[in-house]
């Protein structure tokens, strides 16, 4: 059996707080970068010149420590086409990743931008239920879910990545 470990809160922070704008310029890198490989791999409705100049919405944000501080970041664009009014929509970039910050430097652990409907239909997003540190390893333990599924998870934060290193089903529904 082993010894009881402490669960640390994961902190939300308010995506328009000027903690969250100090991230904005490695989210927009990192997100551009990861959507990219999304068009390589699928095809993009929309140019990169026409999108990438416009930064991505933050939609959620999660944080934990101090020095350094890792973040969860959920943001959006959405995109509509030439002749489209400023309420439709053509598709949205839904990127999630994962960031450190160490004083003023902030770098990206892993970020992944997937296109969807307009509608948000195949989005998960993260609820964080808490930290843990063991044996000096850091792990976020979060339930990401969508309209269909969900699945708990155990992240390790690693110095230049994240890995999950358990998930599970928690269940799902098809229709």
């Avoid at 959507?35 to 990438?52: F, L």
Wanted: glycine residues 8%; proline residues 5%; neutral net charge.
């Amino acid at each position: 059996m082993s010894p009881p470990q402490s669960v640390e809160p994961i902190a939300i922070v308010r995506p328009e707080s000027e903690e969250a704008r100090g991230l904005s310029n490695a989210v927009h890198e990192a997100f551009n970068k990861a959507e990219r490989a999304t068009e390589e791999a699928w095809g993009h409705p929309v140019s990169r010149r026409a999108r990438e100049g416009r930064e991505p919405d933050l939609d959620a944000v999660y944080a934990f420590g101090d020095y350094p501080r890792t973040y969860y970041v959920e943001a959006i664009r959405r995109y509509r086409i030439l002749g489209q009014t400023a309420d439709d929509c053509e598709a949205v970039g839904f990127g999630t990743g994962w960031f450190m910050k160490e004083g003023d430097n902030v770098k990206p652990l892993q970020m992944t931008v997937d296109l969807l409907r307009c509608d948000r239909r195949g989005a998960n997003y993260m609820l964080p239920l808490g930290t843990m540190r063991i044996a000096g390893t850091l792990y976020w333990l979060a339930q990401f879910a969508g309209w269909n599924n969900e699945r708990y998870v155990v992240v390790e934060i690693k110095q230049k990545t994240v890995e999950a290193v358990v998930s599970t089903r928690g269940g799902s529904c098809s229709r």
